[in-house]
């Protein structure tokens, strides 16, 4: 079974930044495409960025041009740069692989929460 773990979350103000880190337990994720996710208060889980193998990137429309997504030198971890931080930010951030069924996903880590507050 896959783990992962998330960290860098926390308190910022309004136009902050932060980075979230994950760390993919699989031997395969080299090929996968790994995504960052997210859960508002009273919503259900999101899909917020994607990253694939070969580096491509996508983003939900409310978040592109502020987060980034990368991968690490080693090839288990990803990344998720967030900058220009708003209230509507705040959520536990979630990474795990991205396909089109990620909804049936039934692995997921602990996450990290993110507050966006002044």
């Known amino acids: 079974q896959v783990q992962l773990v998330e960290s860098g979350g926390g308190l910022v103000q309004p136009g902050g930044s932060l980075t979230l880190s994950c760390v993919v337990s699989d031997a395969s994720v080299d090929v996968t495409t790994l995504g960052w996710y997210r859960r508002r208060s009273g919503k259900e889980r999101e899909w917020v960025a994607s990253i694939s193998g070969q580096r491509t990137a996508h983003y939900t429309p409310s978040v592109s041009g502020r987060f980034t997504i990368s991968r690490g030198s080693t090839k288990n971890t990803v990344y998720l740069q967030m900058t220009d931080l708003k209230f509507e930010d705040t959520a536990v951030y979630y990474c795990?692989?991205?396909?089109?069924?990620?909804?049936?996903?039934?692995?997921w880590g602990q996450g990290a929460p993110v507050t966006v507050s002044s």
């Open positions: 795990n692989e991205f396909h089109r069924d990620w909804r049936t996903l039934s692995s």
